[in-house]
């Protein structure tokens, strides 16, 4: 499975990104996404999940309220729709798939390349 994150850039605080991630090689709907992201000299950490299904979804309480997951499997993508954006959501921001849905990035097995989102204060 292949992973092509976009639509990261730079934007002000309180502004609005979303973010997508376009899957091919396998077969999207028998997996669940993740957002994960890592900011400069800190580790990688969870942001949100989404089933196969996009009937269970779960965030880091640093994004609950802001952000919003999703998924259009007859498209092969998963979206992130970021609002309310903070300086400290600066970081790098991954997508992930797996066959377990859990928080955790040790238990995903595909990764996409990685999207910049810069906010300013």
């Known amino acids: 499975v292949q992973l092509q994150a976009s639509g990261g850039g730079l934007v002000q605080a309180g502004g609005s990104l979303r973010l997508s991630c376009a899957a091919s090689?396998?077969?999207?709907?028998?997996?669940?996404m993740g957002w994960f992201r890592q900011a400069p000299g800190k580790e990688r950490e969870f942001v949100a999940l989404i089933s196969w299904s996009g009937g269970t979804t779960n965030y880091a309480d640093s994004v609950k309220g802001r952000f919003i997951i999703s998924r259009d499997n007859a498209k092969n993508t998963v979206y992130l729709q970021m609002n309310s954006l903070k300086p400290e959501d600066t970081a790098v921001y991954y997508c992930a798939a797996g066959r377990m849905i859990l928080p955790n990035a040790r238990k995903y097995d595909y990764w996409g390349q990685g999207t910049q989102v810069t906010v300013s204060s």
């Open positions: 090689g396998g077969t999207f709907s028998n997996l669940n």
